[in-house]
């Protein structure tokens, strides 16, 4: 059965994560219980911090506890799963730094359940053949002067984990890394900027800062190969 989930979540799901991350690792054992109560203090403060993953998420704080609820009332459906796993990740690390690394290992989506492009826009990743992957915009780019990104056309990658590491990988025109690690990846996002690339897919804008010029890099974490 198909339900039809609130907009609230769905664009919470959607700035918050990819759909297809690194293999996901057994969480510590809870700190403090999992409620709307507790997740949502700690989503507040990481807000009012400025963590990178959490300061221009389009979901307030005042917001948070209904979703969190919705969550917890079915913890089995694919939604519930990773909002409590998120939740966990929030109130388990004190650090900002330990949050974002936390909700990296999250497996966001069943990687058998990818739409087509075709599809109306949701939290899900677009599935495409392993042809058409390899071929995807910065695929086998590492410079930074050669990667070519706009809102229409960013940086494809899947899920969170490739975006961050696609920045790692990438060089300035010297050789060197401006960034060099998921951590420093984050603290170089600027803002989800709403849909775009080819599928509609939220996109992210990351600000880049080389001996030899600034970049803004549009990443599209939501374009995986289909199995």
Request: aromatic residues 4%; hydrophobic residues 35%.
């Amino acid at each position: 059965m198909t339900v039809s989930l609130p907009r609230n979540l769905l664009i919470f799901l959607a700035a918050c994560g990819g759909s297809k991350p690194v293999e996901p690792v057994k969480p510590p054992p809870p700190v403090r219980p999992v409620t709307p109560e507790t997740v949502c203090a700690r989503f507040q403060t990481l807000v009012h911090d400025e963590c990178a993953t959490f300061a221009n998420m389009n979901v307030t704080p005042a917001q948070c506890p209904a979703v969190f609820q919705m969550a917890l009332a079915d913890p089995q459906s694919k939604d519930g799963r990773v909002l409590v796993a998120m939740g966990t990740c929030m109130v388990d690390h004190p650090t900002c730094q330990g949050v974002t690394l936390c909700l990296a290992t999250i497996q966001f989506e069943d990687p058998n359940d990818l739409r087509a492009c075709t599809d109306p826009a949701d939290s899900r990743a677009v599935g495409v053949d392993r042809a058409a992957y390899q071929l995807r915009n910065g695929a086998n780019v590492t410079r930074l002067p050669d990667a070519r990104s706009t809102k229409e056309r960013p940086i494809e990658a899947c899920g969170i984990s490739g975006g961050l590491d696609w920045l790692v990988a990438a060089t300035c025109a010297d050789g060197s890394h401006p960034i060099k690690s998921r951590n420093a990846a984050e603290a170089a996002r600027v803002q989800n900027v709403g849909r775009g690339g080819a599928c509609g897919s939220i996109i992210d804008l990351y600000h880049v800062r080389c001996p030899d010029a600034e970049y803004d890099v549009y990443v599209d974490g939501y374009v995986c190969p289909r199995p």
